[in-house]
């Protein structure tokens, strides 16, 4: 079985300091793992997503995470926080392998202070 | 491509009514999912689909939900009868596989 955990419900950051959200996973077997952003009244659309390859993934604004087998980790960072970085974003799990059936986490609120 | 469409994007019903919620997937995409959104759940996956097949509807809350998918482009999802705790924003989702969803705008359904 497969889960993501991610710890709180908010983080609020000021504009141009950094961003992290963490991430941790437990799968029985190696992962796919995925950060999706959900802006207002949107859906969710893909940032970014490992899969076996390089473990630093660089996804859209700006937006990378690094897979540590080690610490079973998946934790999102940007440099510099902007305003429209503001939503909420889900961390998700699905083993190599496996159908497509992805484990969402709880998601975060990311507030961005100007 | 035009992306994953949802119809209705709001719909107001009264307790007791039934609800009939439509996706179009993204042409080509083999994987079809349903998905209901609530403050106090979060995202919950309600079934999916592979090639129109039902693989998985475990997440459905109950014999009041059902969804089809006739062929490869349409699905519905249908609440009868509909219950004040149905209330939710509801997401179709479509995949080619391995994780990498693309999801619809959503319908937000109120039940009064």
């Known amino acids: 079985a497969q889960s993501v955990t991610q710890l709180g419900s908010h983080v609020s950051v000021s504009e141009g300091a950094l961003v992290l959200l963490r991430c941790n996973y437990s799968s029985s077997v190696p992962p796919y793992l995925f950060w999706y952003v959900q802006y207002p009244n949107q859906g969710l659309q893909l940032l970014l997503k490992?899969?076996?390859?390089?473990?630093l993934v660089k996804g859209i604004n700006g937006f990378e995470a690094e897979f540590k087998k080690s610490e079973t980790s998946f934790h999102l960072t940007k440099p510099s926080a902007h305003m429209s970085d503001a939503a909420e974003y889900f961390c998700?799990?699905?083993?190599?392998?496996?159908?497509?059936?992805?484990?969402f986490g709880k998601g975060i609120t990311l507030s961005v202070r100007p | 491509d035009a992306g994953v469409i949802q119809s209705p994007r709001h719909e107001v019903t009264e307790m007791g009514q039934e609800v009939t919620l439509r996706c179009k997937p993204i042409s080509g995409h083999d994987y079809l999912f349903w998905y209901r959104q609530t403050m106090m759940r979060g995202l919950e996956l309600l079934i999916y689909?592979?090639?129109?097949?039902?693989?998985?509807d475990s997440g459905m809350p109950e014999d009041r939900f059902s969804a089809k998918m006739p062929n490869a482009s349409f699905s519905t999802l249908k609440i009868q009868p509909s219950e004040p705790r149905d209330s939710a924003v509801y997401f179709c989702?479509?995949?080619?596989?391995?994780?990498?969803?693309?999801f619809g705008e959503g319908s937000r359904l109120t039940v009064l």
């Open positions: 998700a799990v699905n083993p190599q392998g496996a159908n497509s059936k992805l484990t």
């Open positions: 490992y899969t076996s390859a390089a473990t």
């Open positions: 989702a479509s995949s080619l596989g391995y994780g990498e969803l693309f």
């Open positions: 689909f592979n090639n129109n097949v039902p693989i998985d």
